[in-house]
């Protein structure tokens, strides 16, 4: 995989890494070529669930009281996701990083599979594509991978191909037109601002994903008009996570806060009900501490909520039947 070189030393907005608290992870040797210590391939293995730790506002740390049950889906447990990823970046290319709020929506996606099986996902903003990589592995019908930089796609696509995902694209269908069982993830660029035409496969999604995508308010004010757009058309419902932040920005040398509050303004603007998940149903998959500055939340048309909330829980008591939380 071919990568510029960048020094670590570079200045940037995002001066290092931001992971989760704790997060572990088993680096592997990069690419022949790639900037020595910029670049890195990392292991990210699939735990058995446990519950969250939860973190109050005075910082102490407690168990969660409600019992959490369930299991993993087959073949999921141990398993070792390999990504590439940049170990500190400038802003425009922080799609590149590991992200908090990628590993606490896939902690939801694992907890959770019949929400994504044999439905048509999209996964807005995908940065390394973790959780496009989960969906194709929980049974997706299909998974369509976008991001607004070319190079983050390009990223993902190669992320797929390591984890044993082929990317579907014209030569690919050809390929394998007769072959059902293939896994495969289209990936392409999707701009937030720019939205693609009504053929494209995006307004076809039933099932919108994303992660950490709200940092600056130009971004949020996209994002929200694209999300009102897609849940007025086919898709019925977005699962965003994001970590709540404050950070110092050396383009204008002072604390930003992020823009989050801005975003749910923009939301209830566009008639879109935005309805926290409580994070302590969520067990933990990963090697990492849940903070409380993480969050979750669904995200639907105003005028669909309240059916598709009937729904869902409707189904989460059928699976809670069967033995999955």
Sequence with gaps: ??????????????????????????????????????????????????????????????????????????????????MARLASSRLERVGLQLWAGA??????????????????????GAGLGLCSLLACRLGAASVLCTDGHLEAVENCRQNLQRNGVSVKDAEYAEANREDANVKTVKVEVLRWEDPPPMEDDVWAAEVLLAADVIYDAAAAEAFAKLAAKLLNTKAERLYMSLEK???????????????????????????????????????????????RFYELVTITAKGRASVKRKQEHATEDVQSGEGVN
């Design 245 to 291: 932040r404050v950070y110092f920005s050396s383009a204008t040398f002072k604390p930003e806060v992020a823009a989050y509050p801005q975003f749910l303004e923009d939301c209830a603007a566009l008639g879109l009900e935005v309805e926290p998940v409580d994070l302590s149903s969520v067990p933990v998959h990963f090697n990492y501490v849940r903070s």
């Design 1 to 82: 995989m071919e990568r510029e070189s960048e020094s670590e030393s570079e200045e940037g907005d995002v001066c290092g890494i931001i992971e989760a608290d704790g997060l572990s992870l088993e680096e592997l040797p990069v690419h022949q070529g790639a900037a020595k210590g910029t670049w890195r391939v990392s292991v990210l293995r699939v735990l058995s669930p446990r519950p969250p730790i939860i973190e109050d506002e005075d910082g102490d740390l407690a168990m969660p009281r409600t019992e959490l049950g369930g299991e993993l889906p087959p073949g999921l447990l141990d398993w070792q996701i390999q």
């Design 103 to 124: 590993l606490v929506l896939s902690d939801f996606l694992l907890a959770r599979p019949w929400l994504l099986r044999e439905r048509h996902v999209c996964e807005l």
